[in-house]
């Protein structure tokens, strides 16, 4: 049977029970066992794809095209494997259904309350995954606990425990240990608060992971254990870490996978093999060169908003034995006066995705700084389009050229809405998600790049290259050497000759894991380094 492992928090949010999932699944998956993440956030949308990302962060796009929460990038970077619709689920989506059943009449002469209907929607999604053949499955629950909107899934977690096998399912709760610099001495009070708290709705922590900026003492974690009424062996330090991917390595020195295997009564367990997760770490922290590049962007003040792309480069940075130095330059604030002072000094410059108007203007400026100075260029999605805006203004001759997401009335329309997506009004969960085929023209960069005629990507779009310019491009030197072959829409372009110059539709950085670093940006960080050096040369 499968068993179920649930990570919960308390006293205050981002302490990071994502990474603490990904890494004890991390550890469980190189043990040997079959392991997946899902995430339940207790906000009402249905999903996070309407959510500003100064709200959320970045929306993570998986391969079968669900809008979800960021950390589900982070299990998928950890464990080298997919997630679904199914790996995370909102308040929103389990109040549709549940009412959409209604509807249907399914629960025709009852009441429908969230205890036992909302509860049961929970309890059904949370053992979904287990058809799949897994043999544990770590369910990270969103917010704190004592969260108004966190109590139907705390509720569901106990009646979990309450109907499996008694070592089929077990809490892992993560908490903070506060360190108060006048009195000198870490606090327990908050997590005894919290952990009572989450008695009192009926659920009882199996293992007590506390975050810390000091070392516990024995003494501590005894008087942890004591209060919380956990075993003194399952109050686990988690110690501020240079790296995330330094996490799993730190959960296993304090036995975190081993103990959770007792608990839930799994007695024979092969030694874990973190040979290339190691070999991974050692290159990241030793490098033999750095580079700098730029992050043009308008979200660059908030680190969540690019976290897919940040961790592709830490990805890249190691591939290429290169320490990454991100340079965050807000577009918004790039002018004609000042790009050069801006840009100047970069190795690579990356223009990020987004929507909207504002910081356009800094974007475009950006691209053109890269390619009249030989600067290696990446765009991404919105990107990407900037720079076939750039090029059909400054080098095709299109004055007024534009998108008409920006601009409606531009008369060269050299990005244009997708036809598809012309008569759609609502805005969740309609634009062009999910992984699409792109067939490669041999002897670009990009074939250089992906070493492969098809490829397959994750895309999230509305607007798209208009095809009615694609000959206007090829002639003044911007070629289309990615095309999806069932619709013919662009999903590539570059500039032969350019040192590095290649924008794409798609959004690589979704799939850039530690195991597998993205062929993108590990060619970006390359061609950044020969830029560097050929700079120190002169």
């Not at 990038?73 to 009412?99: C, D, K, M, P, W």
């Not at 506390?210 to 062996?233: G, I, M, Q, W, Y």
């Not at 990241?284 to 480069?313: H, M, T």
């Not at 003044?476 to 794409?504: C, M, Q, R, Y």
């Amino acid at each position: 049977m499968t068993k179920y492992v649930f990570v919960t928090g308390g006293v205050t949010s981002s302490l990071g029970k994502g990474i603490i999932a990904a890494s004890l699944a991390k550890l469980l998956q190189a043990r040997g066992f079959k392991v997946t993440i899902q995430k339940f956030d207790p906000y009402i949308n249905v999903d996070p794809g309407t959510l500003n990302p100064y709200e959320h962060g970045e929306c993570f796009v998986t391969e079968d095209g669900a809008e979800t929460d960021l950390d589900l990038g982070h299990y998928e970077r950890f464990l080298n494997t997919f997630t679904s619709q199914a790996n995370n689920v909102t308040t929103g989506r389990i109040y549709q259904t549940v009412i959409n059943k209604e509807r249907e009449g399914a629960f025709l002469g009852k009441t429908v309350q969230v205890i036992p209907h909302i509860t049961d929607e929970i309890k059904r999604r949370m053992q979904l995954l287990a058809k799949e053949g897994f043999d544990i499955i770590i369910t990270e629950i969103g917010g704190t606990v004592g969260d108004i909107e966190s109590l139907p899934f705390i509720e569901a977690v106990r009646q979990l425990q309450w109907e499996l096998p008694e070592d089929d399912c077990l809490v892992v709760h993560l908490t903070l240990i506060p360190y108060l610099r006048a009195a000198k001495e870490l606090k327990t009070k908050p997590t005894q608060h919290s952990v009572r708290m989450m008695s009192e709705n009926g659920v009882h922590p199996d293992i007590l992971v506390c975050r810390t900026e000091h070392p516990l003492s024995n003494e501590l974690k005894a008087k942890l254990a004591l209060f919380c009424n956990v075993k003194t062996d399952a109050v686990i330090e988690a110690a501020d870490a240079s790296s995330i991917y330094e996490v799993p390595l730190l959960m296993q020195q304090e036995q975190l996978d081993i103990i959770c295997l007792k608990k839930l009564n799994i007695t024979w367990y092969p030694e874990p093999d973190l040979t290339i997760w190691k070999g991974f770490l050692s290159k990241l922290n030793n490098p033999k060169s750095e580079v700098n590049i730029g992050l043009i962007g308008k979200y660059i003040e908030l680190q969540d908003a690019y976290k897919s792309i940040l961790e592709a480069f830490i990805h890249a940075g190691a591939m290429n034995e290169c320490k990454v130095n991100i340079v965050n330059v807000h577009s918004e604030f790039i002018d004609t006066e000042n790009v050069e002072s801006k840009l100047n000094g970069l190795d690579g410059l990356l223009v990020a995705p987004g929507f909207g108007h504002r910081g356009i203007d800094g974007k475009i400026l950006a691209v053109q700084y890269a390619r009249e100075n030989a600067l290696p260029f990446f765009g991404i999605c919105l990107g990407m389009q900037m720079s076939v805006i750039e090029f059909a203004r400054n080098k095709v001759g299109l004055a007024g050229a534009h998108s008409t997401e920006m601009d409606s009335n531009t008369p060269y329309p050299v990005i244009d809405l997708m036809e598809g997506q012309k008569n759609i009004t609502n805005k969740g969960g309609t634009m062009r998600l999910g992984s699409y085929p792109c067939k490669i023209e041999k002897g670009s960069l990009a074939y250089e790049v992906y070493q492969s005629e098809v490829i397959s990507e994750r895309h999230r779009h509305r607007w798209e290259f208009n095809n009615d310019y694609k000959e206007s491009f090829k002639a003044a030197g911007l070629k289309a050497s990615g095309i999806n072959p069932e619709t013919d829409l662009v999903e590539i372009v570059e500039i032969p000759g350019h040192p590095f110059f290649i924008g794409v539709q798609y959004h690589p950085e979704l799939k850039s894991t530690v195991e597998a670093p993205h062929p993108l940006f590990v060619h970006f960080v390359k061609a950044a380094k020969a830029f560097s050096k050929r700079k120190a040369i002169v």
